[in-house]
């Protein structure tokens, strides 16, 4: 597996990915209408470009025989803590190690920058899978949020924590 940094070029990539993942993960979960909301409030090629430009979100992209599998981003939120923002693979190749390799890649470019360092993210509290992943990786529970992300629609969140010294263990 090869995982490189991406910038806005990478934007279509990173949108064909969503377009399969988002879909078929979230609709059972957050129903059709909240999904094509949340996709045109966070994947939009200008809300990516604002991320990557001006939020300071680090997006990686996960290659299997040149092949885009997955993507993620992450940022530092403060001094010692960082955020796991997206975590994404294909439909059909989860489970095979590629959650796990960008994980411990996000992981290592954390301790590059500060060893020992916290690494939160949000999961919805009904995503068993995800959930799932991150407790065998070593995250965990720090609390549960609610988030009003206009429209009349929240998220439901768990917000996990690892230490990034621990991780993967």
């Not at 059709?32 to 809300?47: D, K, R, S």
């Not at 430009?53 to 997955?70: K, P, Q, S, W």
Request: hydrophobic letters at 45%; zero cysteines; charged letters at 15%.
């Amino acid at each position: 597996m090869d995982i490189a940094a991406a910038d806005p070029r990478h934007i279509p990539v990173i949108r064909a990915i969503t377009n399969e993942v988002w879909p078929s993960t979230y609709i059972p979960i957050i129903g059709e209408a909240q999904v094509a909301y949340m996709l045109n409030l966070f994947y939009t090629p200008e809300a990516l470009t604002q991320q990557m430009t001006m939020a300071g979100h680090r997006f990686t992209i996960g290659y299997l025989e040149d092949r885009a599998v997955a993507f993620a981003s992450f940022s530092a939120l403060e001094p010692g803590i960082y955020k796991l923002h997206k975590l994404y693979i294909l439909p059909g190749m989860q489970g095979q190690g590629i959650g796990r390799a960008m994980a411990d890649h996000i992981v290592a470019e954390i301790n590059k920058e500060q060893p020992h360092a916290e690494l939160r993210l949000n999961v919805n509290i009904h995503n068993a899978q995800a959930i799932a992943f991150y407790n065998k990786y070593g995250f965990r529970h720090l609390r549960d949020e609610d988030i009003d992300i206009g429209g009349g629609y929240y998220m439901n969140d768990h917000v996990l924590y690892l230490q990034t010294g621990m991780a993967g263990i």
